[in-house]
């Protein structure tokens, strides 16, 4: 199934990039290759996931991180709405 990236969710997997980066490249690059082989698992698997806090989504956790990611699926795509740090206060709506 095809997968779409909200503008929001790619400005996501940049912060978490350069904030991890300060502190270990390589802890960066570890979380990253993580986040992405999630997004890879949703894709073959749209229902995987967990159903979400926010009405309408779904919630996959990334593991051994405290990320999760927040998507919605539809006939077409299943569209990443979202990378949540799970310390965060989550927001009423993405």
């Known amino acids: 199934m095809k997968v779409l990236w909200t503008v929001a969710a790619l400005r996501h997997l940049r912060e978490i990039g350069e904030y991890l980066g300060d502190e270990s490249v390589q802890g960066a690059i570890s979380v990253r290759r993580r986040i992405l082989a999630t997004k890879r698992r949703i894709a073959q698997a749209p229902n995987c996931g967990r159903i979400g806090r926010v009405e309408g989504t779904r ?10 990611f927040v998507y919605r699926v539809s006939e077409q795509a299943i569209e990443i709405l979202g990378i949540w740090h799970g310390a965060r206060l989550w927001p009423d709506v993405f």
């Open 59 to 68: 919630e996959a956790v990334v593991p051994r991180t405290a990320y999760i």
